[in-house]
């Protein structure tokens, strides 16, 4: 696996302001969804007639999905309740191919889970993952509903945070979640005189960070402005991370050859040409700038 800082509690309330915008949306894209060629709902291939199934990481992190809500089996937040930007996206796309919010469904599946190979538990996937080559034989992407950049979390008055280049992060023990390009980055860009520590989720990258177990955690950069602002009260952000090689992008994840993927395309390219896609990113990702590291 993203300007104006804005702290945790802000957050929340930046998600409370983004209901009443995106309920704005769905009263005029919803008739406009059902109109595009080819994707009326009864030619779609769903895994339930009717319905749109999502798939989603569980926690399900702010800034990608609301604040504070937590309905079981939701351990964080609560994709239903259309907060957060990877649930706002998904719900504008629903909105262009017709779906009423009753008819979209949320499902639990890990990440690593979404882009193995077999059959898919969902319609679509939507948490951070980015489009590789090697994930694309496994599986389709939609286009980019989000342009990444990583970055270099540390915390207050530790060596780490006087860090200004890729080169000076070499000493330092770096943690990762298990399966991310951020992963990826470490290994291929930063290459750190130790192997970098892989955990099963971000959370429990965070934890040993706050443990003191590791110096620093590669995240993309909106999930480290969440991470400094709520989780890790001296959290720092180090860096930004130049682009390395393609520009990185999230994309849906679908089994491969799903059709359904050239309707999520379409519904796509209507959203960042009206302006929803921006107009979300300026709601729930909106922050001051990092430093950039060379």
């Known amino acids: 696996m993203r300007k104006l800082f804005i702290s945790g509690l802000a957050l929340v309330a930046a998600a409370a302001l983004a209901v009443v915008a995106t309920a704005g949306a769905g009263r005029t894209t919803s008739a406009a969804g059902a109109a595009i060629p080819g994707c009326s709902i009864g030619s779609l291939n769903l895994i339930d007639d009717g319905v749109l199934t999502i798939g989603a990481d569980n926690p399900a992190f702010p800034p990608w999905f609301g604040g504070a809500e937590k309905t079981k089996p939701w351990k964080v937040s609560d994709p239903y309740s259309g907060k957060g930007y990877e649930s706002a996206v998904a719900y504008a796309v629903a909105r262009q191919l017709g779906f009423a919010k009753s008819k979209v469904n949320w499902t639990v599946v890990p990440f690593s889970n979404s882009y193995r190979p077999g059959k898919k538990s969902f319609d679509f996937y939507i948490t951070q993952v980015s489009y590789s080559p090697a994930r694309a034989k496994a599986v389709d992407f939609s286009k980019s509903y989000y342009f990444v950049n990583q970055a270099v979390v540390g915390r207050k008055g530790k060596p780490?945070?006087?860090?200004?280049?890729?080169?000076?992060?070499?000493p330092f023990k770096l943690g990762v979640q298990v399966g991310t390009t951020s992963y990826s980055y470490i290994v291929d860009y930063i290459k750190p005189s130790s192997s970098p520590l892989v955990y099963d989720t971000n959370d429990a990258a965070v934890q040993a960070l706050k443990n003191g177990q590791i110096d620093g955690i590669v995240v993309d950069l909106p999930t480290a402005f969440y991470v400094t602002a709520v989780q890790v009260p001296d959290g720092v952000i180090v860096g930004k991370l130049p682009t390395k090689g393609t520009k990185e992008r999230f994309g849906m994840v679908f089994q491969k050859g799903n059709p359904l993927r050239g309707c999520v395309n379409k519904a796509l390219n209507r959203l960042w040409r009206n302006g929803?896609?921006?107009?979300l990113q300026r709601v729930y990702l909106a922050r001051a700038g990092a430093p950039d590291l060379k």
């Not at 006087?162 to 992060?169: D, Q």
């Not at 929803?276 to 107009?279: C, F, G, N, V």
């Open 276 to 279: 929803t896609i921006k107009r």
């Open 160 to 170: 780490i945070a006087k860090v200004r280049s890729i080169a000076g992060l070499k």
